[in-house]
């Protein structure tokens, strides 16, 4: 997190000091400064996917004190976790290209498009890659029957293994959860199509639909768990043991229903301005 929010600080320095000095040394400086801040966040954000889904080394004493068990080398930086972190990196070069068409002319609209078009593929590609490795990646299912309305305490009350193959049992078991990752690759590759085609508004709101189909398809497929724990299976966090009180929830509940309304306000917003231009343009 640390890493993140100095990556996060450094974006508007960037933007701040590259004009200070007249020299090209000095401002391609801050162009990297700039590129690795945008980077980092989002392989962050995707390589802590990875984690979640390998599991986290940790687990609870007898008192509830969480203990770390893994070093943070491991638990970043691994196969499966670079992977996805750079897979969610592709996918932001895909929606930030398709953005950027929207606002720029040539040269810059032609670069984005290169690079958006790449994006998308290869996000696609990588999708692919890691459903296929989470085929042998082992995951985590229930062994007997949970009590939803358990004690919120992960330090009893359930039965967790660790099977290879366990994230996919969700998709066996209810078929039509295949709807989620199968968009979520199509809409990579129908984005890129319409990049090629010069249709950018459709492949933004394409973007925003592989965004949706990849974050749904991994909770589908964590489901119940939050976030489990390879250490001592049985203390994985899920949606039942680590819920919070009637009261919080009631709290939280009036807060999401306010978002919500400024969220389809914002979106209202956009999908009209969107129309005002796409419109005159089919005309």
Not at 191 to 199: C, N, P, Q, T, Y
Request: aromatic share 14%; hydrophobic share 55%.
């Amino acid at each position: 997190m640390i890493t993140l929010l100095f990556s996060m600080i450094l974006r508007p320095v960037a933007f701040e000091y590259r004009s200070k000095a007249d020299s090209k040394m000095w401002r391609a400086s801050w162009d990297w400064v700039f590129l690795v801040s945008g980077f980092v966040p989002m392989f962050i954000y995707g390589a802590a996917f990875g984690n979640i889904l390998e599991g986290v080394g940790y687990h609870f004493g007898w008192t509830g004190q969480y203990y770390q068990d893994e070093s943070f080398l491991s638990y970043l930086l691994n196969p499966f976790a670079i992977l996805c972190g750079l897979m969610s990196v592709s996918l932001s070069i895909y929606q930030g290209g398709a953005m950027l068409m929207l606002r720029a002319d040539n040269p810059i609209w032609a670069r984005a498009r290169h690079y958006a078009i790449a994006g998308g593929l290869f996000a696609a590609i990588l999708f692919v890659a890691g459903g296929i490795w989470m085929q042998f990646l082992p995951g985590f299912v229930m062994q007997a029957p949970v009590n939803p309305a358990m004690p919120a305490n992960p330090l009893h009350g359930q039965s967790v293994a660790m099977v290879a193959g366990g994230w996919m049992h969700n998709f066996h078991n209810h078929l039509a959860l295949w709807v989620l990752p199968l968009m979520g690759v199509g809409c990579m590759l129908a984005g890129s199509a319409m990049l090629v085609a010069g249709r950018t508004v459709v492949a933004w709101w394409l973007g925003l639909g592989a965004w949706a189909g990849t974050i749904m398809t991994v909770g589908c497929a964590m489901f119940p768990f939050l976030m489990p724990s390879s250490t001592v299976p049985n203390q994985s966090l899920t949606v039942w043991n680590s819920t919070a009180s009637e009261y919080g929830l009631g709290c939280m509940l009036a807060v999401a229903a306010f978002l919500c309304r400024l969220f389809c306000l914002t979106l209202l917003g956009v999908i009209t301005s969107c129309a005002e231009r796409f419109i005159p343009l089919m005309s």
